[in-house]
C-alpha cells in the first residue's frame, strides 16, 4: 500500500472514498468506494474507461479484488454503470445490485445501447462509453424498495426515487448519514462551488424526466436527515437543507422555462439556449465569479441534455392527454 494515494481518489470517512471517474472532465463525474471490516462496495462505476482507475482505487488503499462484494448502481444511464461489465468480470466474487427495473439493462445491455445512441449519436457513444458488456444474470440482484443489504456488519437501505429515471434507486448509508443520490439530488460542479457551498441545479437527463415524481423523491431523501448527499456530479455536499432549498427552487424554475417554450419551433435549441441563462444568471446570483464565458462553457452540455429530457417530458403521451388547455 503506497503512501500517497492517486489524484482521483478522495477519502471521505466513514470509510468511504470518492473516485473522480475522469469521464468528460475532471471532477464532473463519481463513483464511489465503501469499505467495512475488510470487504467493499462500489456505487457506481463510470464508464468502461474508468475501470481501471476502479480497480487502481482498490490497489492503493491495500484491498483485493475478492473482497468485493457488491456493485452498486444507483441506476443505469452510462456514465454510471456504463462500466459494470468490465468491473464485474474483475472481481469474482461481487454481485451486482441494481433497481429491477435496470435489470434486465445490465444482463442484456443492447437496448440501453441503442436508446443512448439516440441521445448521443454514433462518434460520441465510442469515444465517450466504450463497449458495454452483459452480466450474467445469477451475478445480478434486484433491489425492493425498502431493502437492506449488509456490507459486513453495515446496513445499506435502498429507496426507489423515481424522477430522474424509472431504473432509478438511492443508497442510505447509516454510518455516514448519507445518501449516494445518483442524479435524483440535482448536479453540483466544484467549479461553481461558493466558499464550499455548492450551487445545485436538477438533472433532467431524457427519457423518464418526471417533476412530480423526483419533488417526492427529494423530500423522501430529507426525510432521513441526512448529515451529507454523495452526488455522481460530483461528490460530497453538506449543505443539505440549503442545497434541498435551492434545488426545489431550481427546479421549479426548469420545469416553467420548459413550458414557456413548449411551442418553439426549434424546441431543443431554444430550450439549451433558455436552460443556459438559467442557469448561469442563477450561478451568478449565487457568488460563482468565474468568467461568463467559462460559466456558459461548462453548462453547455448539461443543459442541452436537460433540454432533451424536458421536451420527452413535454411530449409524452400520458403528460399530453393530462395538461390542461392553455389559451
Ligand atoms: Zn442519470
Request: with cysteine.
Amino acid at each position: 500500500m503506497s503512501s500517497a494515494l492517486p489524484t482521483f481518489l478522495e477519502p471521505l470517512g466513514d470509510g468511504l472514498w470518492a473516485i473522480d471517474t475522469g469521464f468528460h472532465r475532471d471532477r464532473f463525474d463519481a463513483a464511489y468506494l465503501a469499505v467495512e471490516s475488510g470487504r467493499a462496495a462500489f456505487v457506481d462505476t463510470g464508464t468502461a474507461f474508468a475501470v481501471p482507475r476502479l480497480l487502481a482505487a482498490l490497489e492503493a488503499l491495500g484491498i483485493s479484488r475478492s473482497a468485493v462484494d457488491f456493485v452498486i448502481a444507483t441506476h443505469v444511464h452510462l456514465d454510471h454503470a456504463g462500466g459494470v461489465g468490465q468491473l464485474m468480470q474483475a472481481l469474482p466474487d461481487a454481485r451486482l445490485v441494481v433497481h429491477p427495473r435496470g435489470a434486465r439493462h445490465m444482463i442484456d445491455p443492447i437496448a440501453l445501447w441503442q436508446g443512448a445512441l439516440e441521445v448521443y449519436g454514433a462518434a460520441q457513444m465510442a469515444r465517450a462509453y466504450g463497449e458495454l458488456l452483459p452480466v450474467a444474470a445469477e451475478r445480478v440482484h434486484a433491489t425492493a424498495d425498502g431493502e437492506t443489504i449488509h456490507l459486513a456488519t453495515r446496513p445499506l437501505v435502498f429507496a426507489h426515487t423515481p424522477g430522474h429515471a424509472l431504473h432509478h434507486h438511492c443508497i442510505w448509508d447509516a454510518r455516514s448519514a448519507a445518501w449516494f443520490t445518483g442524479d435524483n439530488f440535482g448536479m453540483a460542479y466544484p467549479e461553481f462551488n461558493v466558499d464550499g457551498r455548492a450551487f445545485i441545479f436538477p438533472t433532467t437527463t431524457p427519457v423518464q424526466f418526471d417533476p412530480e415524481a423526483m419533488r417526492a423523491s427529494i423530500a423522501r431523501l430529507l426525510a432521513a436527515s441526512p448529515r451529507q448527499m454523495f452526488l455522481t456530479h460530483y461528490s460530497r455536499v453538506t449543505d443539505v437543507a440549503d442545497c434541498a432549498r435551492r434545488l426545489g427552487h431550481m427546479l421549479d424554475a426548469t420545469v416553467e422555462t420548459a413550458l414557456a417554450h413548449r411551442e418553439a419551433p426549434d424546441r431543443l435549441e431554444t430550450l439549451t439556449a433558455a436552460l443556459v441563462a438559467l442557469y448561469r444568471d442563477a450561478a451568478r446570483a449565487f457568488g460563482v465569479a468565474l468568467p461568463v464565458a467559462r460559466i456558459t462553457e461548462l453548462l453547455q452540455d448539461d443543459a442541452a441534455l436537460n433540454a432533451a429530457g424536458l421536451i420527452a417530458w413535454l411530449d409524452r403521451p400520458a403528460r399530453a392527454a393530462a395538461a390542461p388547455a392553455r389559451a
